[in-house]
């Protein structure tokens, strides 16, 4: 009973305020270039990593950046999302798959065969002046 007494109070407390305050004024929302958060899960449902090698740094003086992305994903989407998490134009994505290699552990009670996994990874082309910052892991 007193629990019902108390929320009662507090919406006559709140009314009171209300009243008191006046008419509020809405601010204007700012418009900011970062992504909402339910963007980010989109454009991360395409890109897994920046893909960092010797020739991946040596494609970067093409203005070109290699990104590993997920097997399903495609060029519009590939591109959509690199536009939208970094900011710039894309001109072109390729696409490249790399196939899963043989792998050999060893030990001296004999050897263990496997495959390593293979991935997909898109090599995506920016728009002359624009740059990307990647950094490893």
């Known amino acids: 009973m007193a629990g019902l007494l108390k ?7 709140r009314e009171e305020k209300d009243k008191t305050l006046g008419p509020a004024e ?5 418009e900011s270039a970062k992504l909402s958060k339910k963007e980010k899960v989109d454009v991360y449902r395409f ?7 010797e020739k991946a740094g040596i494609l970067t003086e093409q203005n ?8 399903k994903a495609n060029k ?9 998490l970094y900011g710039v134009k894309v001109e072109q994505v390729r696409m490249v ?11 001296k009670e004999g050897f ?20 990307i910052e990647l950094s490893p892991r």
């Not at 929320?7 to 407390?13: E, S």
């Open 64 to 71: 070109k950046y290699v990104f590993r992305v997920y097997p």
């Open 97 to 107: 798959h790399c196939a899963p290699k043989k792998m050999r552990l060893g030990g």
């Open 7 to 13: 929320k009662i109070l507090k919406k006559d407390n």
């Open 47 to 53: 890109i897994q990593s920046a893909h960092i090698t």
């Open 26 to 30: 809405k601010k204007a929302p700012k």
């Open 76 to 84: 519009p989407e590939v591109k959509k999302s690199i536009e939208s």
């Open 112 to 131: 263990k065969r496997g495959l390593k996994k293979g991935f997909k990874k898109a090599i995506v082309t920016l728009k002359e002046g624009d740059k």
